[in-house]
DNA sequence: AAACCGTGGGT
DNA sequence: TACCCAAGGTT
């Protein structure tokens, strides 16, 4: 049962959202729940105006994940292209398969169906039920997070993810309507994402500021714990890795270790990198020193 | 459970 | 310019 201060803030959002939403394509009213799952796996840690042109030529071209399933996985991975982190084209591409394989081709409405699917974890699986489905659950992701530790927390930052902790928060937030509940989920991350930003956030057009205890509490400065910084980029592994797979995309054919080098010259890196990829599956050996991506 | 995993937008 | 950080998931 929601709070009367849940409450308050949740019809304030509806209406908030109900003009200020932007007009994601996932959204429409008319999109296939394998295009709503397709969009949570893009925008995993990535952000929307780099996912909108990938998703729209992967629903084009593979509509239903019997389409995707029935191609090698190495075209999932050049359809990703530059979108980061590759493993989720391969996990997509294995979770078709298993939508094919355990549920006739259809996207389970089931919370637990949901998250047995390969690569669909806790913020994923509820998106898909709430958002494709329309069922009640809370969903939480990085932007819903903030907005409840300033809004209701009255904090400048969330603290590190708990799912257990994250869930029962928005939980207890949550419209008891189904349909109140997916508008005040999505709402509460468009909020986040537009208005109620990480770094400068934009309290002067944010429809809960009157409500917000953050801003009542005079914008006292986080005391909390951090979350652990990201390595640096430039040099890394990682790096590595990218520029590996560029090349494995590019070339239709094996790559051998000699052109690798050519890309990037530190030997013992790059062989880590291809380990990594090996162990992850993004790259298979054609047995004879060169590289390709996966076919099966 | 802390660390790892890409790439680029925003400031 | 550098640096932060992004609709997370897996091991």
Request: hydrophobic share 45%; aromatic share 8%; charged share 20%.
């Amino acid at each position: 049962m929601p709070s009367e201060t849940a409450t308050s803030i949740a019809g304030t959002l509806h209406d908030w959202f109900a003009d200020a939403a932007r007009p994601l394509p996932w959204r429409a009213a008319d999109v296939s729940p394998w295009a709503v799952l397709v969009s949570e796996f893009m925008l995993q840690q990535t952000q929307v105006a780099r996912v909108l042109p990938r998703w729209e030529a992967w629903i084009t071209r593979w509509p239903t994940p019997a389409r995707l399933a029935a191609e090698p996985p190495s075209e999932a991975v050049r359809a990703w292209d530059r979108l980061g982190y590759p493993r989720r084209a391969l996990w997509l591409h294995r979770a078709a398969a298993e939508i094919v394989e355990r549920h006739g081709g259809e996207v389970p409405h089931d919370l637990e169906a949901l998250l047995a699917l390969q690569g669909v974890g806790p913020y994923t699986a509820r998106a898909v039920a709430a958002f494709a489905f329309g069922l009640r659950h809370p969903v939480v992701d990085t932007n819903t997070r903030r907005v409840i530790a300033r809004a209701v927390a009255g904090q400048a930052e969330a603290a590190p993810p708990s799912v257990a902790r994250d869930l029962a928060a928005m939980g207890a937030m949550l419209p008891a309507d189904a349909g109140e509940a997916r508008v005040f989920n999505a709402a509460t991350m468009e909020l986040g994402a537009t208005v109620c930003t990480a770094r400068t956030p934009r309290c002067d057009e944010c429809p809960i500021s009157s409500q917000c205890a953050w801003r009542a509490a005079g914008y006292p400065a986080y005391t909390g714990a951090r979350k652990a910084v990201q390595a640096r980029f430039e040099g890394s592994d990682r790096q590595v890795r990218g520029l590996v797979m560029r090349e494995l995309r590019a070339a239709h054919r094996p790559v051998s270790r000699a052109e690798l080098e050519r890309t990037w010259p530190d030997t013992a890196q790059l062989d880590r990198a291809i380990a990594g990829l090996l162990a992850d599956g993004l790259a298979v050996s054609d047995g004879d020193d060169a590289f390709g991506l996966p076919q099966s």
